[in-house]
């Protein structure tokens, strides 16, 4: 119960930080919801649910359907990559968990974003985005990723009780 409180207050804390910060992008909270999946789902499981995730974002109101549900899948891929490597047991390891996940998502964002609109100028704006979008979650996600693992008890998948 307690973890599904958890994603229902980040779903509601996007849409509030989005108003708040209005003319920079918020922390990437739905990110960080499918990092918190890492340590619970298989690979192949935690590319379908952040795929999913970044689903109901785009249809929430943050884009054209299926481009951060491709970034989202995108960046747990690399965030699965590199997590396979580390101990998951530290502070460190949460911040290159997130530095990996957020250069997935932008990664397949750039590339999604030139084959749609057909042209290079269009990342013209990217890195600026790319900067306090990175900076904004990498500071909620350093504390989000913490509390998601306490609020976790210990097993390798999710079940009702923990629901």
Request: hydrophobic letters at 60%.
């Amino acid at each position: 119960m307690r973890l599904a409180a958890f994603y229902i207050l980040l779903l509601v804390f996007q849409g509030l930080l989005s108003s708040v910060l209005a003319p920079l992008p918020a922390p990437d909270l739905f990110l960080i919801a499918v990092l918190t999946l890492l340590p619970r789902l298989a690979p192949w499981q935690l590319v379908l649910a952040a795929y999913g995730i970044g689903l109901l974002q785009d249809l929430s109101g943050h884009g054209t359907p299926g481009l951060h549900a491709l970034a989202l899948a995108g960046g747990a891929m690399a965030a699965t990559a590199i997590s396979n490597v580390l101990s998951q047991s530290g502070f460190a390891e949460r911040i290159l968990t997130l530095v990996a996940g957020l250069a997935g998502k932008w990664f397949v964002m750039a590339g999604l974003l030139v084959w749609l609109t057909g042209e290079w100028s269009s990342l013209g704006s990217l890195p600026a985005t790319v900067l306090f979008d990175s900076v904004f979650t990498l500071a909620a996600g350093a504390w989000l990723l913490g509390l998601a693992a306490g609020l976790q008890p210990g097993g390798r998948s999710l079940n009702r009780e923990v629901l």
